[in-house]
């Protein structure tokens, strides 16, 4: 375990008192939770920038995990925020208050910094502790077998059934809490911002809950809610369903509970503060967290009983079990404690959280002093991480990455790895409880890196082992290309494997992802293309040698779209004179593709008025084919024979050196000259690059190249933690402030270098400038790649070219949110 970065904010100048080192569970305290596309969310009492301490309340913040110091607000409530959540697919956003107030937002116009509430529910008086959203009934699941399997039967989409089903048994949007009392509810969107709500209570007697955790398993939730009364401590479970009469929206929800064993805490000193529910396919087990931390597994057991009351059919249990069942046994299922792990130095607990997904088998425990990895089959810690516990020193800054704390009791959070140095002030001021303890932690999906929140809303970020430092460099390779693997077929985003990965290993993680993808069937490779060709991107972006290969798959991925919008205008029925190019469509002949491209190439007769009036809808798309017409020429100039001896001796990527790149653009030159774009002469020399290279091919590229001067170069300067600045970990950054050492800006190579390349004031996704000169008005931003693009709303275009924009619409081309960035 390492920390990768800390935040720092700006201290208040008048604090509550005792506010850190209180015990107390009433107190609200700061949450965090990071989502699926690894985007965090995490509340604070007061506004990021308020030194003042003039906006207590709730305030609730996301954040791209790459660049965690541009946070944007996405609500403030006038009561503190008690439960936090994010739906499976990282898009819907659940904040509950104390009061009972629960709201889920979403994302306007997929901008990250845009939000708007999409429905509400109440349940008046109700302190909401804890939330999650229904299932949706897909599971992905990851089986052990050989690495050299097949990827379709090594990672399987499951289909399941969901939380709540709709019409036809499709599943319905919705989220359940859990409130301080033991209300569990259940909300639906109805009509209008109003959800539809039911409710039901673990126990008749209201209990006082003081922690609560909800999972999902076989279309139920699994609730399990820490109590207290009096002296008596114990953990109440119960299989929730949420079912509704009829599949009919206006029907109302109605929510069952059964009981399951509850766990009894015999010792008085066991105060659980923090819950967490480990599940596989064969156990149920439940993390409890207080003074120290204990594993407890539902089983099923068997008591035998006299032959006279063993009549009728024997009763089983409510959960998967391995008991023996015989006529003469009465089966049930009771709580057994498996494991237990103490703290040391007399602290307690304050969260664990456990891996949510199949590959990562490991939790995460806070303390206010230290954090804890802990597997599930051993009873020792893997790895511990201590916290500085006073302010008289916090960790050094890296070279100009950010700024140290100015006020050491703001201070360091979570100390570094050993052996690194601190920094320390020039005066030292001994304050007690002046460090900030950590009050939260979550894990990301692919249980790559853990993100803790500490008492003043300072986040850190921790990489995970993968799998263990001992562990061979073969294995380490093939244990992070199945979980990029895992990420392509679930769709999760994989930052968080990328940024932890050992810079030793990219290119044996690039050659192994590619050999692996390319022995996969057909079908396989066709549907899941275009995330190979995005993580193939990721991978090589991270290393600052490979930028240029990176730029060549962004632009094979452009062009990848472009081909497909241009597909959809030639499907229809088309003139004699254009059957050529719908045959190009047919992916069942690709041989008679080079036949026909030839043919096109040789002679097109664009002079019949049906050619014409045919090829009229591809006027709209002319911008997409400029960019393949100089995407082509830069193709052609990286022939030159300095790069040729430099490619012999490293591995990468270019596109005159891929058949199947070189296709595709020899398709959109020929579109290309059908629109009257140009490119007359590059369908000669692209038709040529499948054939052995003889030097006449090498003087015709450079003699096009030098009539044309037009490049493309699509690695554009960024600033993110993933970024290969080779700046050392640890990083310490400040909210708001960008740090100007993070910027890296690829430097093009000579042949990808003119006059017209396109550069930070052009949409890097339509091939055009952003208006305004220099100074654009209004454009959305990546913050993980750089790319910039015209704010989508935007007045009706034509299909075709909604049709290309749209792929980018929810999301970059490297998978990054987009941001709205405006100069009004």
Same mark, same amino acid.
């Given at each position: ?14 604090? &509550? ?56 607000? /996405? ?28 709201? @889920? ?9 845009? #939000? ?34 097949? /990827? ?89 369903? @949420? ?7 206006? +029907? ?9 064993? $509850? ?30 931390? $204990? ?22 249990? $409510? ?12 089966? $049930? ?7 237990? #792990? &103490? ?19 490991? !939790? ?24 500085? +516990? ?163 798959? +962004? ?68 911008? =997409? ?33 891929? !058949? ?9 030159? /020929?579109?290309? *000259? ?31 190249? !030098?009539?044309? =001067? %037009? ?9 993110? /933690? %993933? ?5 050392? #970990? ?43 000169? *220099?100074?654009?008005? *209004? ?30 619409? !929810? ?14």
């Amino acid at each position: 375990m390492e920390l990768i970065y800390s935040m720092r904010r700006k201290p208040l100048k008048c604090e &509550p008192p005792h506010f850190d080192i209180t015990s107390d569970p009433e107190i609200i305290r700061p949450i965090c939770t990071i989502s699926t596309c690894n985007i965090i969310a995490f509340t604070s009492l007061t506004e990021l920038s308020d030194c003042d301490g003039d906006t207590w309340g709730g305030h609730v913040y996301v954040c791209d995990l790459d660049t965690p110091w541009d946070s944007h607000k /996405v609500t403030s409530t006038v009561h503190p925020v008690s439960a936090l959540e994010w739906d499976g697919e990282g898009k819907q956003l659940l904040v509950a208050t104390t009061v009972g107030e629960v709201s @889920v937002y979403g994302q306007k116009d997929f901008l990250l910094n845009e #939000w708007t509430c999409l429905y509400t529910a109440t349940f008046p008086g109700e302190h909401i502790i804890k939330a999650t959203f229904f299932h949706n009934g897909r599971r992905v699941l990851a089986l052990e077998k050989k690495p050299d399997a097949p /990827v379709s039967e090594r990672i399987q989409i499951l289909r399941s059934t969901p939380t709540l089903k709709g019409f036809g048994g499709v599943a319905c949007r919705g989220a359940c809490v859990i409130s301080s009392t033991g209300l569990v509810g259940a909300l639906q969107a109805g009509e209008g911002t109003r959800a539809q709500v039911a409710s039901d209570c673990l126990r008749s007697p209201r209990d006082h809950i003081c922690a609560a955790s909800i999972a999902h398993k076989n279309g139920n939730l699994l609730v399990a809610a820490a109590w207290r009364r009096g002296s008596k401590r114990g953990v109440r479970c119960a299989v929730c369903s @949420v079912l509704r009469s009829n599949t009919s929206r206006a +029907s109302p929800l109605a929510v069952q509970l059964q009981p399951l064993p $509850t766990v009894y805490l015999l010792d008085d000193d066991i105060s659980p503060v923090s819950l967490c529910w480990w599940l596989r396919d064969d156990t149920d087990a439940l993390l409890i967290a207080g003074n120290n931390l $204990t594993l407890w597994k539902l089983t099923e057991r068997s008591y035998p009983v006299h032959k006279l009351l063993s009549k009728g059919p024997v009763q089983g249990s $409510t959960t998967p079990g391995g008991g023996p069942k015989t006529l003469d046994c009465f089966n $049930t299922v009771s709580w057994q404690q498996a494991a237990a #792990w &103490p703290l040391e130095g007399g602290e307690s607990a304050t969260h664990v959280c456990a891996a949510r997904l199949p590959p990562a088998a490991h !939790a995460v425990l806070a303390t206010p002093r230290a954090l804890h990895l802990l597997p599930r089959d051993t009873h020792h810690y893997l790895v511990s991480r201590p916290i500085v +516990s006073n302010g008289t020193s916090a960790p050094e800054t890296a070279a100009g990455a950010g700024t140290p704390p100015k006020k050491i009791k703001y201070g360091p959070g979570l100390a570094p790895v050993s052996g690194a140095p601190t920094w320390k002030p020039k005066t030292e001021t001994h304050l007690s409880g002046g460090a900030a303890t950590v009050w939260c932690v979550e894990l990301s999906a692919l249980g790559s890196v853990a993100v803790a929140l500490d008492s003043r809303s300072q986040l850190h970020v921790y990489k995970l082992l993968q799998p263990a430092p001992d562990v061979p460099t073969p294995l380490s390779v093939q244990h992070v290309t199945s979980l990029l693997e895992y990420s392509m077929v679930s769709g999760y985003d994989c930052l968080d494997v990328l940024m932890t990965l050992k810079s030793n290993i990219v290119e044996a993680v690039y050659e192994r992802l590619t050999e692996n993808f390319q022995r996969q069937a057909q079908s396989f490779q066709q549907y899941y293309y275009h995330s190979w060709l995005k993580l193939r991107i990721s991978l090589c972006s991270l290393s600052g040698a490979w930028q240029s290969s990176a730029a060549a798959l +962004s632009a094979l991925q452009l062009c990848g779209a472009a081909w497909a919008a241009c597909a959809g205008a030639l499907r229809d029925d088309k003139p004699d004179a254009l059957a050529a190019l719908a045959a190009l469509l047919d992916d069942h002949a690709p041989p008679d593709h080079d036949k026909n491209l030839l043919a096109l190439e040789a002679k097109m007769d664009l002079t019949s008025e049906g050619t014409l009036q045919a090829l009229q809808p591809l006027q709209a798309l002319r911008r =997409p084919l400029q960019r393949a017409l100089h995407t082509a020429l830069t193709a052609l100039a990286a022939m030159q024979p300095s790069n040729l001896h430099q490619m012999q001796h490293q591995h990468g990527y270019e596109l005159w050196c891929a !058949a199947g790149s070189a296709g595709a653009l020899r398709r959109l030159v /020929v579109l290309a *000259r059908a629109c009257g774009r140009g490119g007359d002469a590059l369908g000669r020399a692209l038709s040529r690059l499948s054939m052995p290279h003889k030097p006449d091919l090498l003087e015709e590229c450079a003699l096009l190249c !030098a009539q044309a =001067p %037009a490049r493309v170069w699509d690695a554009l300067p960024r600033c993110c /933690v %993933a970024a290969p600045h080779g700046r050392a #970990w640890p990083l310490f950054f400040e909210y708001g402030v960008e740090p100007k050492s993070l910027r890296y800006v690829p430097e093009p190579p000579p042949f990808a270098q003119s006059d017209i390349t396109p550069s930070l004031d052009m949409d890097s996704i339509r091939y055009m400038y952003l208006g305004g000169g *220099r100074r654009a008005a *209004r454009w959305r931003q990546c913050g993980r790649c750089g790319a910039r693009a015209l704010a989508a709303a935007q007045p009706s275009r034509h299909p075709l070219q909604r049709a290309y924009d749209g792929r980018f619409v !929810a999301a970059c081309r490297c998978g990054g949110k987009w941001t709205l960035v405006s100069n009004v």
